[in-house]
């Protein structure tokens, strides 16, 4: 199958049995972001046909095709990623208000482009808990600022808690 890779989006099985919609968390303080990374590669793809459409255009089309993991089958690849936001590098944050919240700066566009690149190598790389590594159910920011996720195992036997370290890339358990 082809590689199907998804950022900041919730995969099926979040959505369904873990009543999770979300792949992305803002920091509190707006500097960064937590974000789902999905890899549903090895998941076939599966017709839902909508009965009763004759698909004229592409938004009617009489069926769709998901990644739909089967019972005992494989499920997807979710780890976690943080990226920094450097306010600088979006496009209008720096700007004066007179211009209007969505103009840009176009003599600027090569710099945020690159501080946007370089934020985006720099991510920090959180691989689920071996112990409780097939589903992501929650994801949480506390207090002190630092954030957490919550694992299970397949069997739904085990829920760890997992603190992210936002500045080292380390988590524990």
Not at 13 to 34: H, K, L, N, T
Not at 51 to 65: H, L, R, T, V
Not at 106 to 129: E, Q, V
Request: glycine share 8%.
């Amino acid at each position: 199958y082809p590689r199907s890779i998804s950022h900041g989006l919730a995969d099926f099985v979040a959505q369904e049995e873990m009543d999770r919609y979300r792949g992305f968390w803002w920091d509190p303080s707006s500097s960064g972001i937590v974000f789902a990374r999905v890899d549903e590669s090895d998941i076939p793809p599966f017709r839902i046909t909508h009965q009763g459409k004759e698909g004229g255009s592409s938004s009617d089309a009489p069926y769709e095709d998901h990644r739909y993991p089967f019972a005992g089958e494989t499920n997807p690849i979710v780890r976690l990623g943080y990226v920094k936001i450097d306010r600088s590098s979006v496009p209008g944050a720096a700007l004066s208000s007179m211009h209007g919240p969505f103009m840009e700066d176009t003599n600027n566009n090569g710099k945020m482009l690159a501080d946007a690149r370089a934020n985006w190598n720099a991510t920090k790389w959180f691989d689920p808990p071996s112990l409780a590594s097939e589903y992501l159910a929650r994801v949480n920011w506390l207090p002190d600022g630092t954030a957490c996720a919550q694992w299970q195992d397949r069997a739904q036997a085990l829920l760890l808690l997992v603190r992210l370290d936002l500045h080292t890339g380390k988590s524990s358990i």
